[in-house]
């Protein structure tokens, strides 16, 4: 792995482990949950990314797309980052929507999100590691 600056490695770290416990919730059938730690698991990564490709020290913002178009995601990758980007609210906050937030989510849902943050994480990690 390249040596990265602390806040690099910080935010691609924290990112990493979100998206363990992502697997790990999604395997208990907790799939609001799993929703939400892989929208944190992107974030964190992109953040990481930008991080990476500049000389800033500190990432304001959580809306995935933002973050995917400052870190130069490939346009392919913005279908999904635009669905998983609100699950940060919806997935934990019963007033966003008129249902409760756990059962909004099933395992096909929570599988698609899942499948983006690895694929989003693997991309970043061919550039960071």
């Known amino acids: 792995m390249t040596e990265l600056r602390r806040e690099i490695k910080n935010w691609w770290e924290q990112g990493k482990n979100d998206l363990k416990k992502a697997k790990v919730l999604f395997n208990t059938q907790n799939f609001d949950g799993t929703a939400f730690y892989c929208q944190q698991a992107v974030e964190k990564s992109l953040k990481a990314l930008i991080l990476f490709k500049s ?54 849902v929570a599988k698609e999100f899942l499948d983006t943050a690895e694929k989003v994480i693997l991309r970043i990690k061919k550039q960071l590691e």
């Open 55 to 108: 000389k800033e020290k500190k990432i304001e913002g959580h809306s995935l797309v933002y973050l995917g178009k400052q870190a130069k995601m490939p346009d392919n990758f913005f279908p999904s980052l635009r669905k998983l980007s609100p699950q940060y609210f919806i997935s934990r906050y019963p007033d966003v929507t008129e249902e409760i937030p756990y059962e909004l989510y099933d395992d096909i």
